[in-house]
């Protein structure tokens, strides 16, 4: 008898470790325990035993058996139910992460980024920003910047005509000039005036230049206006843009809109001089075509490049670079 108990005992707890389902444990529970479980038939025998011992002590035996199997179960069941939960969870359970991996975060292009701090730095010298049309008349480009049809200035401007209006009327600015004779229209003097924007030039590009490139012109006019002015204002910008270790020169140099012309020159804290744009007298003339007399009003306009600017401040060696949209390029900034 005891034998026949330890053998369905071990066959039991085999059957248990071989279980691998909370429904076969379930199964099992009464294949084992139940009332027709080779445990509960060798219960019903007992009764045929001979001696009280005997009875005694199978029916000991018995009881060890049937508790060791329901522990064994239970162990069984608690751990298939554990495993069974963390399946369940693991497909119920909703992936938040995106949610916290925030998409990488946007930044202004470098060109527009030195435009920006072109704005502030002006503003904060007192100057208002305004800009005009890309797309302008050859008057505005060319004429009433004292450059008439056949001025030889204008072969300095390869320029990209617009099919509009009378052949040749229409064109791409080819700089931001022309704003200043729209401003002179539509603001009375004083005029302290930033404007930036987009030009174009019918050019091959190459390192330095491009097609489309950006400029930022400036335009005072007051009475009693000098070149003192122009100089002051141009040296005050350089060391609020650049540094206090940086001063600037004016050089002698030749523009239709103004007389006198000049170029101005920025020098950096090791001695090297980088020429940034041109400046002088705004015209009489040009006064006149903004409907200005210029035996009241003075004043001084100045103009460079704003994609160049970005170039120097961030050493790119090839302006192309800074259009090709290549973002290895671009998130280095
Ligand atoms: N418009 C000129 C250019 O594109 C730059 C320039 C020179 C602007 C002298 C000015 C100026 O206002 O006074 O080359």
């Known amino acids: 008898m005891i034998s026949e108990i330890t053998a369905a005992r071990t066959a039991a707890e085999q059957s248990i470790a071989a279980a691998s389902s909370l429904d076969e444990i379930r199964v099992l529970d009464t294949d084992l325990l139940g009332k027709k479980s080779p445990l509960a038939l060798l219960k019903t025998g007992l009764g045929k035993l001979t001696t009280v011992d005997e009875k005694k002590a199978a029916g000991q035996a018995l009881n060890e058996a049937m508790l060791a199997v329901e522990e064994v179960l239970n162990a ?94 229409t064109v791409l600015r080819t700089h931001t000039s022309p704003v200043q004779i729209r401003v002179m229209q539509n603001v009375a003097p004083p005029i302290y005036m930033i404007m930036p924007g987009r030009v174009f030039r019918n050019e091959t590009t190459d390192a330095t230049h491009l097609a489309v490139f950006h400029q930022i012109e400036g335009l005072v006019i007051d009475r009693g206006i000098t070149l003192a002015d122009l100089a002051g204002t141009i040296e005050a910008f350089t060391q609020a843009f650049f540094g206090p270790g940086f001063t600037s020169r ?61 170039k120097e401040r961030h050493g790119v060696g090839d302006v192309r670079e800074m259009y090709t949209n290549d973002i290895r390029f671009i998130e280095q900034f």
């Open 250 to 310: 004016l050089r002698p140099s030749y523009f239709p809109f103004t007389e006198p012309s000049a170029e101005f020159d920025i020098r950096t804290p090791k001695g090297d001089w980088l020429e940034l744009g041109g400046c002088g007298m705004v015209h009489p003339n040009v006064l006149r075509a903004g409907g200005l007399d210029p035996e009241e009003w003075s004043g001084f306009a100045f103009g460079f490049g704003i994609d160049r600017m970005a």
């Open 76 to 169: 069984r069941r608690a751990l298939l139910g554990r495993a069974e939960r963390d399946v369940q969870l693991a497909a119920e359970a909703l992936d938040l992460t995106e949610h916290f991996n925030a998409p990488s975060r946007g930044k202004a292009h470098i060109v527009t980024q030195a435009w920006q701090r072109l704005e502030d730095v002006f503003v904060g010298l007192g100057f208002q920003v305004a800009e005009g049309p890309e797309v302008e008349t050859d008057w505005y480009n060319f004429e009433a910047l004292n450059m008439p049809p056949s001025h030889p200035a204008r072969s300095m401007h390869d320029t990209f005509y617009v099919d509009h209006g009378q052949p040749g009327s």
